[in-house]
């Protein structure tokens, strides 16, 4: 049952992502902003919307669907039953000033409990993919676990505001690493988690910027945890630390 | 002559990067550290440095040169005749934690004067090369001018210390910009430059990091400035910015 929800929502992540490729020469789609001149949105991101949420409700009925442009159902207050977390273009500023470096994402809970993720590279159009015990997989290929890194010997992650308002003592953790990377992407910032190029991704993350990533990383036993409140809220915004185990327990150390 | 050096030196940037790829695995090289934890060395970089020099003054006799590991003419205090400067790996970190994100860099300055430049994406096998008024090239495809972005309009790149230091008022810099980027790679932030993805690049560049990507910039009409000093120094460290005319107008004000 869950298999072939996996098998159908990997050929619908496929499908969507060709209409973002096509589109990526710029003179097809339309740019609005949102919250403030960098928070963007396209009609690409709104037309993937749609059709994510359309075929979702196919493919797994009687599901129900929050994401992020408001074509789901918007007033969850609860994670009962089968739910779908859905990212249509996760780094859109990316997408329209780089045509690189963005990704589609996908998430399902079900009864509250991660269980699937998705996270579709979207020029290199790798799909990574897995959660529920399966492991993870780059395509079909699975996924060895990243090696234990220290924050010293690690690239880490930080979002840009967190460093420029020193929020959580970061700015010192940056320092400590071996690194500082900014990509402006959740989805391409999980992946460098999940392939090991990074050791930590500290960034305030919204539902859908999140609940992928989170299945995935912890899939690979990954730490995934809130740094400004007891537990992750999987439906509102949070501080979140996704790490290995050691740059975890170093960073947790100067963040305290 | 100068166009033969160049398709020469073309032909061997591309047979010194398949030496880097065919060691991506990591199974196959040595890396030790430089002047921190952080400052990589690693025996491709030096491979790569002697191959590089060793054919340069095959194909263009009687040339001196400068180049980041040591095998060049490190006593060079003057500019006169044919110099060139030499980064055989840039991107050390990325080569080993990412297996992607580094190039291979190359410059001609002849009597001072910026002449040729030569930055290879190394996964993407894409040559950005050009100068000497003949425009700069993706391979065989020309490149347009980028767009006279302004700084709220631009994706900017600032390397990590200049942001944590505070250095010239960049953070305030950093808030003002579309988004931050931190790619860890000279060659990639100026190839950034090169395609319009970035409106702005600020970092403190030794010699091997600045002189192609400044060949290639200015050959596009982009602004490369010291923001420490009254010019740029070839032949030492300089805090660089690297903007369209309009970024830089606006940087300037807010870092004066």
């Not at 739910?83 to 990316?94: E, Q, R």
């Not at 050791?199 to 539902?207: E, M």
């Not at 630390?241 to 050691?246: D, G, I, K, M, S």
Request: aromatic fraction near 6%; include cysteine.
């Amino acid at each position: 049952m869950l298999e072939e929800i996996d098998v159908q929502v990997q050929e619908l992540l496929r499908t969507v992502n060709q209409r973002a490729l096509q589109h990526l020469d710029g003179s097809s789609y339309q740019v609005d902003t949102k919250s403030s001149y960098s928070d963007l949105v396209t009609t690409i991101d709104r037309q993937n919307e749609q059709e994510l949420d359309r075929r979702l409700r196919e493919i797994d009925p009687g599901c129900r669907i929050l994401s992020e442009e408001g074509f789901g159902n918007q007033q969850l207050s609860d994670l009962s039953g089968h739910v779908w977390i859905v990212d249509p273009l996760d780094g859109t500023l990316n997408f329209v000033k780089q045509h690189a470096n963005f990704g589609v994402m996908l998430a399902l809970y079900i009864d509250g409990r991660p269980t699937l993720g998705y996270i579709m590279d979207a020029v290199k159009q790798d799909l990574y993919h897995g959660g529920n015990g399966w492991g993870v997989f780059k395509n079909d290929q699975p996924l060895a676990a990243p090696a234990d890194a220290s924050l010293r010997d690690s690239l880490i992650a930080i979002g840009r505001s967190l460093v420029l308002d020193n929020v959580a003592n970061l700015p010192q953790v940056a320092r400590h690493a071996s690194g500082l990377r900014m990509y402006g992407s959740a989805a391409m910032e999980m992946i460098g988690m999940l392939t090991g190029e990074l050791g930590a991704y500290i960034s305030y993350l919204r539902p859908w910027d999140l609940a992928p990533g989170r299945v995935l990383a912890e899939e690979l036993g990954l730490t995934v945890k809130s740094i400004d409140d007891d537990g992750i809220n999987v439906l509102s915004s949070n501080l979140v630390l996704v790490a290995t185990e050691r740059a975890s327990q170093d960073i947790l150390r100067l963040t305290d």
